[in-house]
């Protein structure tokens, strides 16, 4: 079954960050390191996709953007937090807070919302700019005019705003030549020192189209008359148009920016919007952030954010964990699952000797009532209160004597060093943690010559990408403890034999059957001392 088959989702966290550019993940890495529950929600769509590197980002100068953007998610994920491919179309005030409705039906509940979206810049209507934009054709000096120093620039001047990058463009080339596509409000002032500087300008040029060479690179700029200016890189100051839309229905309060070039998010100083609980980093605040400050503003915004958490938390006594309150919620209404056995469970476990099994991420019960059914001790772990009384309930109406147990795999001891014949791990949601303190739990509840045996979701139909626009991912798989992290855990370990390590199709019948039909396994025994 495809996400966008799923039944609709919802999700709860802290914190809904939306627009998964430098800004929103730098404001998630700040608020999943405080322990907290984020999710990113990210279109995919950043300010500078078109560019093949940034520059002016200390450590980082010249890197791809999207390899930025993939070390940033992979450091978010290090630390539980999760980063969803697809769009919030709405997002409304919620008795928890907020809501957040993604394509595709799903949605995510938060306490609070970081709003990240970025900005779309809107080019003048001149034929053939846009099809050389963030290449030949760019805005800004401290981004690449280095790039393109001692070239043969061409600047089109669309609005009074249109001289601000000139001095700089001048610094960087003595073949600038500035074209006044629109006349109307230009400094005639800046334009005069700009001549007298060495600096070609054509007033009331208006522009036709930029002209391209064989190989289909820019070649020149060509004038309503016909005249062609010959240029190696073309500058335009765009007007821009922030991604606000889906906070329409919170009254968020946009102000026209200082150049008069679009709107933008108003914040003070912290990053706080006018909608309490509700923040902003990046460029749908400032577009003049290049990537370094929109990440700086994010990881500030992101700080700011943790701080209001902690501090509701403190005032109401509390410290709740935001995974076991997302299961909570899931478990509170209808059963979710089959009660069915995994069925790579009684595969593997069918003809084995019965003995003492901790059953990790137990859910509503499926293994645990099967497992103890077959004369196992059964202690069925999780993070969920709700999901543990449904084992509980089952089991006393079944007769079975299971004993539950309220673990978060990442505490400091989730099982009390208790050591079992068998560890069961199907389906597990563990976030991951940078220490893989989850991993060490699992594999030293291990009792000496006993199995491990954990079962995940094969993650690649989950990794491939989608549409957006018609959908949205409702799970991260890469924010989980993952089957094969295990598995590399193990690979060097001369405790333990691994006896199955691998990927097939789920066993039909089984639990959950219809979603992500392969199953990836790992069965593996420790040696007995």
């Keep these: 079954m495809s996400s966008s088959q799923l039944p609709p989702i919802q999700r709860h966290c802290d914190v809904v960050v939306v627009g998964g550019s430098a800004a929103g993940l730098a404001a998630a890495l700040q608020i999943a390191r405080q322990r907290r529950s984020v999710i990113v929600v990210d279109a995919g769509e950043p300010r500078n996709a078109p560019a093949t590197e940034m520059h002016s980002f200390l450590g980082r100068d010249g890197t791809p953007p999207s390899e930025l953007i993939d070390a940033g998610r992979e450091e978010v994920r290090r ?7 697809g769009r919030v179309v709405r997002v409304v005030s919620d008795a928890a807070g907020f809501r957040a409705d993604l394509t595709g039906g799903h949605s995510i509940v938060a306490r609070r919302v970081v709003v990240a979206t970025g900005l779309v810049d809107r080019l003048p209507d001149i034929e053939g700019l846009a099809e050389h934009w963030g290449r030949e054709v760019l805005h800004c000096p401290f981004c690449h005019g280095y790039e393109v120093r001692d070239r043969r620039i061409v600047q089109i001047v669309t609005h009074p705003m249109g001289l601000h990058p000139s001095p700089l463009f001048r610094q960087l080339s003595n073949q600038l030549t500035i074209v006044v596509h629109d006349p109307t409000d230009v400094d005639e002032a800046q ?27 820019l070649a020149g700029v060509e004038l309503a008359d016909g005249h062609v200016i010959d240029a190696e890189a073309v500058v335009v100051l765009p007007r821009f148009l922030i991604s606000a839309q889906p906070f329409d229905d919170l009254g968020l309060a946009t ?11 108003e914040t003070d100083e912290f990053g706080a919007t006018s909608v309490p ?43 709740p964990s935001s995974n076991e309150t997302d299961w909570d919620r899931r478990y509170g209404g209808d059963r979710v699952w089959s009660g069915n056995p995994n069925g790579a469970l009684v595969v593997e476990v069918e003809g084995m000797t019965p003995g003492s099994v901790l059953d990790v991420g137990a859910g509503e019960g499926g293994d645990a009532i099967w497992l103890a059914e077959r004369d196992w001790s059964v202690t069925a772990a999780d993070i969920s209160t709700a999901g543990l009384a449904r084992v509980a309930g089952e089991a006393e109406r079944r007769g079975l004597d299971i004993r539950c147990c309220h673990a978060d795999a990442n505490s400091v001891a989730p099982f009390e060093d208790e050591r079992f014949d068998l560890v069961s791990a199907h ?6 943690t940078a220490d893989a303190r989850a991993i060490d739990h699992l594999v030293g509840a291990v009792a000496s010559g006993g199995t491990l045996l954990v079962v995940g979701h094969d993650p690649e139909p989950m990794r491939r990408p989608i549409d957006p626009q018609t959908t949205s991912r409702v799970f991260d798989p890469d924010a989980y403890v993952r089957v094969d992290d295990i598995e590399h855990a193990l690979r060097d370990d001369a405790g333990w034999t691994i006896d199955v390590f691998e990927t097939r199709p789920r066993p039909p019948g089984s639990a959950s059957a219809a979603h992500h039909v392969d ?9 007995p001392v």
Excluded at 257 to 264: E, I, N, P
Excluded at 519 to 527: G, Y
């Design 79 to 85: 630390y539980g937090g999760e980063v969803l491919s």
């Design 191 to 217: 334009l005069g020192l700009l001549e007298a500087g060495g600096v070609d300008v054509v007033r009331d040029g208006r522009v036709a189209r930029i002209v391209t060479d064989a190989q289909g690179g």
């Design 255 to 265: 102000v026209p920016h200082q150049t008069g070039l679009g709107d933008v998010i």
């Design 277 to 319: 609980g509700v923040w902003a980093a990046g460029n749908v605040t400032d577009p003049s952030q290049q990537v370094l400050q929109a990440a700086a503003d994010g990881s500030r915004v992101g700080g700011m954010v943790a701080i209001s958490l902690a501090q509701d938390d403190l005032a109401t006594g509390g410290r």
């Design 427 to 432: 389906y597990a949601s563990i976030p991951r």
């Design 519 to 527: 199953d990836v396994v790992l069965r593996a025994r420790r040696h």
